[in-house]
T-cell receptor, first 118, second 111 residues
């Protein structure tokens, strides 16, 4: 069964610094996808970035990038130039079925609470 | 374009009462997911539908929980009878392809 591990329950970072949030995963399926979501204190879940297991390049979306190391089974989220509004819970998630096989089940990690200090 | 819409946003009820949560997915999306979030268990998938058909309900806690998707634009999650341990935030999400987009959630408190 697939598993997602986020080892950092909380992180504190100074504004404008870069942040790396760790995520490791375990799956036996060669085709999988990795996702990061942000959950601010207001409670909604906001999609940030996606990486497919066959993607050659690391995914990037604005200030977010995903440091994908397939051999290590890690998919760390990097936030550049952090802002106060980045303070939130961050969840790593994985689906372990090829995208063409209908809907896919996401498994989430326990999350990392990021606090950006002014 | 409107995102996933959930109602109600907050629900307080007494143990034993029936609770119905509603979800309208993003137009054009063909998959719909119901999740539950608690401090103890994190985010758990309860059930998901593809083209209105339930694909996997293995996450549904017990027979007190049921979900329906009568058409592409509406789904319900029903708890009958409700218990205090059902208190949680319930999220609906929809997708067409890789990414699931979440609704704002329903915060349920069962007294």
């Amino acid at each position: 069964a697939q598993k997602i591990t986020q080892t950092q329950p909380g992180m504190f970072v100074q504004e404008k610094e870069a942040v790396t949030l760790d995520c490791t995963y375990d799956t036996s399926d060669p085709s999988y996808g990795l996702f990061w979501y942000k959950q601010p204190s207001s409670g909604e879940m906001i999609f940030l970035i996606y990486q497919g297991s066959y993607d050659q390049q690391n995914a990037t979306e604005g200030r977010y990038s995903l440091n994908f190391q397939k051999a290590r089974k890690s998919a760390n989220l990097v936030i550049s130039a952090s802002q106060l509004g980045d303070s939130a819970m961050y969840f790593c998630a994985m689906r372990d079925r090829p995208p063409f096989q209908g809907a896919q089940k996401l498994v989430f990690g326990q999350g990392t609470r990021l606090t950006i200090n002014p | 374009d409107a995102g996933v819409i959930q109602s109600p946003r907050h629900e307080v009820t007494e143990m034993g009462q029936e609770v119905t949560l509603r979800c309208k997915p993003i137009s054009g999306h063909n998959s719909l997911f119901w999740y539950r979030q608690t401090m103890m268990r994190g985010l758990e998938l309860l059930i998901y539908f593809n083209n209105n058909v339930p694909i996997d309900d293995s996450g549904m806690p017990e027979d007190r929980f049921s979900a329906k998707m009568p058409n592409a634009s509406f789904s319900t999650l029903k708890i009958q009878p409700s218990e205090p341990r059902d208190s949680a935030v319930y999220f609906c999400a929809s997708s067409w392809g890789e990414t699931q987009y979440f609704g704002p959630g329903t915060r349920l408190l069962v007294l």
